[in-house]
């Protein structure tokens, strides 16, 4: 997953919605430069781990239904707008 994000960095920053459900993603990391996204959708997969999320201040929605990832609220504690 790392190198797909590093090839398409430049593009990502304008992507506003993400949906990568119903892959077999383990890991979330290196998505902090998607500074315009406000929806991402990560349903479905085998996510234990998210990374660098805190810079992804215009998030208003993020899915993790069906992962194995438990977040807590003081966790999303700079996330006003979730």
Do not use: P, Y
């Not at 994000?5 to 304008?14: A, L, Q, T, V």
């Not at 077999?24 to 991402?40: A, G, M, Q, T, V």
């Not at 990374?51 to 929605?61: C, N, V």
């Amino acid at each position: 997953m790392s190198a797909f994000w590093h090839r398409c960095h430049f593009m990502s920053i304008c992507f506003r919605l993400l949906d990568l459900s119903f892959n077999r993603i383990k890991k979330i990391e290196n998505i902090n430069h998607l500074h315009k996204l406000k929806k991402l959708f990560l349903v479905n997969n085998k996510i234990t781990e998210i990374e660098d999320i805190s810079q992804l201040t215009e998030l208003t929605m993020l899915e993790l239904g069906a992962n194995r990832i438990r977040v807590s609220k003081t966790e999303l504690s700079g996330f006003d707008l979730l």
